[in-house]
Each structure stands twice: as structure tokens, then as C-alpha cells.
């Protein structure tokens, strides 16, 4: 089974500023997809951004990147030009062979003006 | 944009009672999730279904659930006789494919169960 780790329950951030969430993962398997996900107050989950562990460049979505670490098994998600409308929780979420999604705890940013 | 609807949002039912929770995927998806988030808690993984059968289940998703794609767009997890920890978020999500690209499952809104 695959353990997520995110090492910071809370964080926060100047509006227009960055912000880096940390996660660690651990997983057995070689190819596999990564996520973050981001659930506003409404408690919907949004997809922010993927990364294909096959794929060495880090994926960019915006103002969402990641730093994919394969070796280290690490996933964070740098978030910049922060907004109120980034408060949130985030969860990272491996995605397993068997198509299933693993949460970490979540990280709950909170942007302030 | 297409997306997964939930209803209802909120449902309250007494324990021992029967709920079903409904789900439309996205149109031209093929495999169907259901994840429950106690409160405050993470979001944990129930069951994949595929192809009209179950996928993937986890420890959580015991004789009390069940999951049925009644006709071609309705997506339902029941709960037989619920329990007081029953009581969560349960989201529905799906997915175009399995594997390689288009794999990201997209999420419903969420339904809440109140067990009372």
C-alpha cells in the first residue's frame, strides 16, 4: 500500500507571494501519476495539476509547478503570485496501479491579503 | 465544461436506515470512483468500477456497500444499514481512462451523510 506524507497541516502566505507545499511518498512501483488536488471551503476536489513519474520534466500549470524528485519520492507543488482564491486545503495524491488514489493528510493554505 | 454531479449534497438518516447516494459521471467516462472524507480526516479510497463490475475495493467498503450503474448514466453507492461512523463526505469521481493519459479522476461536489 502507498503512504503520503505531507509534513505541513497548515501554511500561510502574503498575497502575490510564493508558496511551496511539500510531499513525500512511498510507492513500489516504477511508472505511475501524481496530483494535487485542492479543496476550497465548498469541500469540492479540484484537480490543480498531474505529474507522469515516466516524464523528468516537471509539470507547470500556470501558476502551479511541481518538483518532482523520482529518487527522493518527493512531489511538492510551488504555488505563485499566491491569491485569495488559493486558500484552500491541498492533498497529494499518488496515483496507484490499480487506479486508486492514495491522500496525503492535506495542507491547508491560507493566503492573506 | 463537463463535470460530475452529486445528489443529494446533504443527507441526514437514522442509523440502521438505507441511503443511497447518486452520481452522474462525465458523459464519456469509463471508470467510476467512490472516496468518503470523514471530517477532518483524509480522503479515503471505497471502489473503482469498471466495465459494470467492481474494479478495486478497499478494506472500508465491507458487505454493507454496494455500487450500481442502474442505467448507462447514474453512478449509486448504497449503504445498507448505516452506521453512526458512516456519517462523512462521500465523493464520487471519474475517469477516461486507466493507465496512461487522460487517468486524473475528476470529483464531484461531495455528498454529506449525517448518521444521527
Known amino acids: 500500500a502507498q503512504t503520503v506524507t505531507q509534513s505541513q497541516p497548515e501554511m500561510s502566505v502574503q498575497e502575490a507571494e510564493t508558496v511551496t507545499l511539500s510531499c513525500t511518498y512511498d510507492t513500489s512501483e516504477n511508472n505511475y501519476y501524481l496530483f494535487w488536488y485542492k479543496q476550497p471551503p465548498s469541500r469540492q476536489m479540484i484537480l490543480v495539476i498531474r505529474?507522469?513519474?515516466?516524464?523528468?520534466q516537471n509539470a507547470t500549470e500556470n501558476r502551479f509547478s511541481v518538483n518532482f524528485q523520482k529518487a527522493a519520492k518527493s512531489f511538492s507543488l510551488k504555488i505563485s503570485d499566491s491569491q485569495l482564491g488559493d486558500t484552500a486545503m491541498y492533498f497529494c495524491?499518488?496515483?496507484?496501479?490499480?487506479?486508486?488514489?492514495?491522500f496525503g493528510g492535506g495542507t491547508r493554505l491560507m493566503v492573506k491579503p | 465544461e463537463p463535470e460530475v454531479t452529486q445528489t443529494p449534497s446533504h443527507q441526514v438518516t437514522q442509523m440502521g436506515q438505507e441511503v443511497i447516494l447518486r452520481c452522474v459521471p462525465i458523459?464519456?467516462?469509463?471508470?467510476f470512483y467512490w472516496y468518503r472524507q470523514i471530517l477532518g480526516q483524509k480522503v479515503e479510497f471505497l471502489v473503482s468500477f469498471y466495465n459494470n463490475e467492481i474494479s478495486e475495493k478497499s478494506e472500508i467498503f465491507d458487505d454493507q456497500f454496494s455500487v450500481e450503474r442502474p442505467d448507462g448514466s447514474n453512478f449509486t453507492l448504497k449503504i445498507r444499514s448505516t452506521k453512526l461512523e458512516d456519517s462523512a463526505m462521500y465523493f464520487c469521481?471519474?475517469?477516461?481512462?486507466?493507465?496512461?493519459?487522460?487517468?486524473?479522476?475528476?470529483f464531484g461536489q461531495g455528498t454529506r451523510l449525517t448518521v444521527v
Open positions: 505529474q507522469e513519474a515516466y516524464k523528468q
Open positions: 458523459s464519456n467516462h469509463l471508470y
Open positions: 495524491a499518488p496515483l496507484s496501479a490499480g487506479n486508486m488514489l492514495t
Open positions: 469521481a471519474s475517469s477516461l481512462t486507466k493507465g496512461r493519459l487522460n487517468t486524473e479522476a475528476f
